[in-house]
């Protein structure tokens, strides 16, 4: 089929960063993608040796080309003076990211509409999920075997210029500004600690707060580079705590199999609050009560609960436990149908 994927960058890259994910997944499979974007400059280190299949057009250009399926992502609409050709068969708005029951109840569910002639021309609402009853994740096709080759990544940090000490634990940090950035610091300093920091607030904060040296008595930071989409995969899968941002990257957390905390886009009316908590039943079904700590965890990195609680929480974890939570419950994400397999088939039950 051939497919036209529209995306409007809005703010921190995670839009365009999911549109080119499922855009790359669906070419690999064969399928002919156009990814209509308003600004494509970020495709340039996210992306830079593109994907087969895939062609980037213009916001305007690429609603009058020929499509089977046009794919709105996060509500993003299409332009204005477009009208779906008789060769648009299906339309498909992918919503964010959500545990909350909304969205088994909402996913697959039509928005009725009606072209010029008065045929009825729906949008079909597509949710992305952690159960059967919802779209499922972006896996790509043997992304958990080359993660379990990849190995510690110590090679890796070795190519960035980055060697990691024996004995060292390596957090990531990829956040919006943080109020509890300054506890967490302390709390990383109790131990020999790499604390890689990514570009944007993470980076301007943890400088901020440790000086130009990025350093304090057992904690030293690391500046990476911009990372394209597989480097910044690789960069989880060589840390043994990763602290993410968004959504698009707490889904390739997941996929990691190793300890993270996720912060959520923070709302003005807490919309946040209800989502994570919605997450936390899926993420900690089946796992030890004890884990009462790894909720004030998350609560403490979303400014849902005070950060003076941060260092007896995390002291009281254990490690290897919270790491067999994250690995049980990436085994069981994997093991629902993932979003573009999904996809694919709902556009062809829909044609």
């Not at 794919?71 to 050709?85: D, I, M, Q, R, W």
């Amino acid at each position: 089929m051939r497919w036209t994927v529209f995306c409007r960058v809005v703010d921190n890259f995670g839009d365009i960063g999911f549109a080119w994910r499922l855009a790359a997944d669906l070419g690999s499979r064969g399928e002919a993608v156009r990814l209509a974007v308003d600004d494509a400059s970020a495709l340039t280190w996210m992306a830079p040796r593109g994907a087969p299949r895939v062609e980037v057009d213009t916001w305007r250009n690429a609603a009058f080309a020929p499509a089977d399926v046009w794919v709105e992502t996060f509500g993003c609409g299409v332009p204005e003076s477009a009208a779906p050709s008789a060769t648009v068969c299906v339309r498909v708005n992918i919503e964010h990211l959500s545990a909350e029951t909304y969205v088994e109840r909402s996913h697959g569910r039509p928005s009725p509409r009606f072209d010029a002639e008065g045929n009825p021309r729906p949008v079909w609402f597509f949710y992305p999920g952690f159960s059967d009853r919802s779209g499922g994740l972006i896996l790509e096709p043997g992304l958990l075997e080359r993660r379990r080759r990849f190995g510690d990544g110590r090679d890796w940090l070795r190519g960035l210029g980055i060697e990691r000490r024996a004995g060292e634990r390596c957090v990531s940090l990829f956040c919006y500004r943080n109020p509890a950035l300054v506890e967490w610091l302390d709390v990383l300093d109790a131990a020999p600690t790499l604390l890689l920091l990514t570009p944007g607030a993470a980076t301007e904060q943890a400088q901020a707060l440790l000086g130009d040296r990025l350093q304090r008595r057992h904690l030293r930071a690391a500046r990476l580079p911009v990372l394209d989409q597989e480097d910044f995969d690789r960069l989880l899968w060589s840390c043994d705590l990763n602290l993410v941002r968004g959504e698009d990257s707490l889904v390739r957390a997941i996929w990691a199999g190793a300890p993270f905390l996720w912060q959520l886009y923070p709302q003005d009316d807490d919309a946040h609050a209800a989502k994570l908590a919605a997450f936390l039943v899926r993420f900690l079904e089946g796992a030890p009560s004890s884990f009462t700590e790894l909720r004030s965890l998350f609560a403490i990195w979303n400014g849902l609960a005070a950060a003076a609680g941060l260092r007896s929480a995390f002291a009281s974890l254990d490690i290897e436990t919270w790491a067999a939570q994250c690995r049980r419950f990436r085994d069981r994400c994997a093991g629902q149908y993932d979003l573009t397999s999904a996809l694919l088939d709902f556009a062809a039950l829909k044609r």
